[in-house]
């Protein structure tokens, strides 16, 4: 049922905190038009500070989040005609996860204090950082040995280091100043809203179901997060830090507070609009893309999210193991939303284009004959085309068993079966392999990937009959997308909008407002539509099928080792 203030021109923002970027949509919430945008990409992270790749160490800034919201809402009014600004009613929330960082008991992050200001472990910590392999060993063993309840039953059955409690303990343990300074510990998307409302105090933030279910082993089951007893026997120094979070959760549609006139001043809104609980990005995404019974909701991205959702009677007793948890009201409130990821899609393309790229740049940026500006010219020519060039090439030739076998575990595993310490691998080369056929296989390898997550959701009875795809490769590369059509065997819709997670966002905060009584209602006149379906080509099947097999060979005998 729809309200009767959305018969009126409304509009909320969404905003997207992702990996590199943040991404700002002003949303018409009557007819989903999408009125403004901007992207702002995070300074600090751009210059690679606090990160060390060899060490899977990946730390946001918060001052990077802090800069980038601000520039970019003002940018965005800026953008439009100055009496539409009466009219914002809301701002919803979504980023990546689990994206943790200590607070004080003001809600402060740790590095926005002077004594912390350049420690990466009082920052934001990213969720493809996987310094905390040992600790989510710990949480598995202890979650199986310990005779009580196992707590990794709904996120899979394994917990990973990408996730809450192991970053949390593999900080304490390892940086005594943080552990000492460190009064609670928060996820972006929800510390995002809290700074939006000016919420201090931890223990008032609203915490979305979204995290708190899939990355911070709360169920409804054992009436929140696990007991205290629990976290001891991981280790001591968990010890009275459950008390020190929260028992309750809200799903994305329910207000997280009210934007505050401090900040309503700072951007030219006016004071208490809206402010959403926040929701992860592939989750907002899914919403954006209009996800229901059914359907696979592919976000892809620097990562990959595959996400599903469930009526209740239909998934009934059913665990899904292998997979980043099945949460009551995650994705769409009243349903199971289901999640799984690859840790790596997006990345292992750049990856192996920053190595195309390594001795062109450092060649050409040390000849006296080209100047500064010519290297630029050369150097964004190149980078921006590189990947299309490969592709274009790859797509020329027939699909062959002959040829390199890649596995896409660059950053470790996710899922199905998270196991963060496998690594990549590119077989079966020869002296006659090209960059293009180590490109092909490396795409193929990330659609056996997406295909062996499918798998293990059909296993468990989560069937689909459509899938849909939003994010940036979706609409970059037409080859990756016709790769995973045929090595999926099944048609891919790809959806209009650009900024998925930012409008699934405001999707979520139109319905918190009261815009509409319903997320299905809301979704229907605000989703995006799609632009374009891939079909399979049945020509493919057989090869790819041949293919996928030495593929799951491959990573057996890997992950054996």
Not at 151 to 176: M, P
Not at 251 to 273: C, H, M, Q, Y
Not at 379 to 387: A, G, H, P, Q, R
Request: with cysteine; hydrophobic share 40%.
């Amino acid at each position: 049922m729809e309200c009767g203030n959305a018969m009126r021109d409304t509009y909320v923002i969404g905003l997207d905190f992702g990996t590199d970027s943040l991404r700002s949509l002003l949303i018409n919430t009557r007819t989903g038009e999408e009125v403004a945008c901007d992207i702002q990409y995070y300074k600090r992270w751009s210059e690679g500070l606090y990160c060390d790749p060899e060490k899977f160490q990946y730390r946001h800034h918060p001052k990077d989040y802090i800069e980038s919201f601000e520039r970019s809402i003002k940018k965005i009014l800026k953008k439009i005609p100055q009496n539409l600004i009466k009219d914002i009613e809301g701002i919803g929330v979504c980023a990546t996860g689990s994206t943790i960082a200590p607070v004080d008991k003001f809600g402060t992050v740790l590095s926005l204090k002077e004594s912390f200001e350049n420690d990466p472990d009082a920052m934001f910590i990213l969720w493809k950082d996987h310094t905390a392999t040992v600790e989510s060993e710990r949480v598995n063993q202890v979650s199986k040995e310990w005779r009580g309840q196992d707590f990794t039953t709904y996120c899979g059955g394994e917990y990973s280091s990408e996730w809450f409690w192991a970053k949390i303990l593999h900080i304490v343990k390892n940086n005594i100043n943080v552990r000492s300074a460190a009064y609670s510990w928060v996820e972006l998307c929800d510390w995002i809203p809290a700074v939006l409302a000016e919420i201090q105090n931890p223990l008032f933030i609203k915490r979305s179901r979204c995290t708190a279910g899939h990355k911070a082993l709360w169920h409804q089951n054992w009436n929140g997060l696990p007991p205290e007893e629990f976290f001891t026997r991981v280790d001591p120094l968990l010890g009275g830090l459950r008390k020190r979070l929260y028992e309750a959760t809200y799903t994305s549609d329910k207000k997280a507070g009210v934007l505050s006139e401090w900040w309503a001043k700072r951007f030219g809104l006016k004071p208490n609009i809206t402010i959403s609980v926040g929701a992860l990005d592939a989750h907002a995404g899914s919403v954006a893309n209009k996800i229901d019974e059914n359907t696979i909701s592919m976000i892809l991205g620097t990562s990959a999210c595959y996400l599903a959702v469930a009526k209740y009677e239909m998934i009934g007793d059913t665990v899904v193991r292998g997979i980043c948890g099945q949460v009551d009201g995650s994705v769409i409130p009243g349903m199971i939303g289901l999640e799984a990821a690859q840790s790596a899609f997006g990345d292992i393309f750049f990856w192996f284009k920053q190595m195309l790229l390594w001795p062109f740049e450092n060649i050409i940026n040390e000849s006296k004959s080209i100047d500064k500006n010519m290297y630029k010219k050369l150097k964004n020519t190149v980078d921006s085309n590189i990947l299309n060039i490969l592709s274009v090439e790859a797509s020329k030739f027939p699909i062959s068993q002959k040829g390199p076998l890649s596995i896409d575990w660059f950053n470790g595993r996710n899922s199905p079966f998270v196991n963060e310490k496998l690594k990549g691998a590119i077989t079966e080369l020869t002296l006659g392999t090209g960059a293009v056929d180590i490109f092909r296989s490396l795409v193929e390898s990330t659609a056996f990937g997406a295909k062996a997550i499918i798998e293990r959701f059909k296993e468990e009875g989560i069937h689909t009959d459509k899938i849909i795809a939003s994010g940036g490769i979706s609409k970059k590369s037409s080859y990756i997308m016709q790769v995973l059509c045929d090595v999926l065997e099944t048609p891919i819709s790809v959806m209009q909008t650009e900024f998925s997670s930012a409008l699934g966002a405001g999707i979520y905060c139109a319905v918190a407002h009261g815009v509409y009584h319903s997320m299905a209602e809301a979704q229907k006149r605000m989703g995006s539509n799609a632009i374009k379906v891939y079909h399979p080509n049945e020509k493919n099947f057989n090869v790819y099928r041949t293919l996928y097999s030495k593929y799951k060979n491959l990573g057996n005998s890997l992950s054996m080792k």
